[in-house]
């Protein structure tokens, strides 16, 4: 049976400074979140409202939330103390001159699987600095996927970030977070296919409730944006992400995960199972479990 994969979540101790991004409007994300309460989480997955046993989540990948070297070690440690996180997709000044000792210290740690910056806050051309791609390139040699968090406006630049960097794995967050809110579907729909056309291009499935209606959202909202990512990429080339806790402001895990499964309920076992674990395991290289672990 395929393993359940949640490839996109964070954790963190909350303090308003650091976490300036979560205003009065996110009041429910104003507190800690951490690795015993998502594991909570988790196992609650396991059982509908009938009590019957559903999806269990088998592993996660923990993302990054603040750009800091602190955090990324914060994480690893949280991923040695509860091995359901398989990986960290961690941060590191990537235009920074000494990144290259960086990387190599941080990967020597085989739970870093990924690196983020955080795109969506920086100018559209900041991805193409040539200091931005220095550090981009180095990550290969070191086995580690590269995350890209963007707005749909920012498309063309990460097109182009892709073209330079074809021997990288770029994994992209939230579908690139199109305006579900507005229903509008262009131009995220044609520079979506245009990115998909690169094969070392993976999607995540994730961040999509709180790009629509957090009050009124359904499943019916989200399912043109979740079949244009299906066509464009495959079930081969997408991954189920939480996005929680920050899903939490629209969705209960539970719901968010069998709006997914719900979505995708027409496609073969084998797909559904990509989609939900396998795509995951090799965009990011997840190490095979042994039976008892």
């Known amino acids: 049976m395929s393993r359940v994969i949640d490839a996109h979540h964070h954790l963190w101790r909350y303090n308003a400074t650091e976490y300036g991004w979560i205003d009065d ?124 968090l963007i707005h749909e406006r920012q498309l063309p630049s990460a097109i182009q970030l892709v073209d330079r960097n074809p021997g990288q794995v770029f994994i992209l967050d939230h579908i690139a977070k199109p305006p579900i809110r507005a229903k509008v579907e262009e131009p995220w729909g044609s520079l979506i296919r245009q990115l998909a056309e690169r094969p070392n291009v993976y999607c995540k499935i994730s961040g999509m409730v709180t790009e ?22 495959g079930a081969s080339r997408l991954l189920y992400g939480s996005d929680w806790p920050v899903c939490l402001v629209a969705s209960s895990y539970s719901r968010w995960i069998e709006t997914v499964r719900r979505a995708i309920g027409s496609l073969s076992t084998a797909e559904q199972g990509r989609i939900m674990g396998g795509t995951a395991e090799e965009a990011y290289k997840l190490s095979p479990r042994k039976e008892n672990d």
Not at 64 to 88: C, N
Not at 93 to 108: K, R
Not at 219 to 228: F, K
């Open 25 to 148: 409007s996110m009041a429910v994300l104003q507190r800690d979140f951490l690795a015993q309460e998502l594991q909570s989480e988790l196992r609650s997955t396991g059982v509908d409202e009938t009590g019957v046993d559903g999806t269990i989540v088998d592993g996660t990948i923990a993302v990054q939330a603040r750009q800091s070297l602190e955090e990324t070690r914060w994480l690893l440690q949280i991923a040695r103390d509860y091995p359901f996180i398989e990986g960290v997709v961690g941060w590191v000044p990537l235009t920074d001159g000494g990144v290259q000792a960086m990387l190599e210290s941080l990967a020597a740690d085989a739970r870093l699987r990924g690196v983020r910056h955080v795109l969506q806050g920086e100018h559209d051309e900041y991805m193409l600095m040539a200091e931005f791609q220095r550090g981009v390139s180095l990550l290969a040699r070191c086995g580690l996927a590269y995350d890209v």
């Open 212 to 233: 629509d209606n957090w009050l009124t959202w359904s499943a019916g909202s989200l399912q043109p944006y979740i079949d244009t990512v299906l066509e464009a990429f």
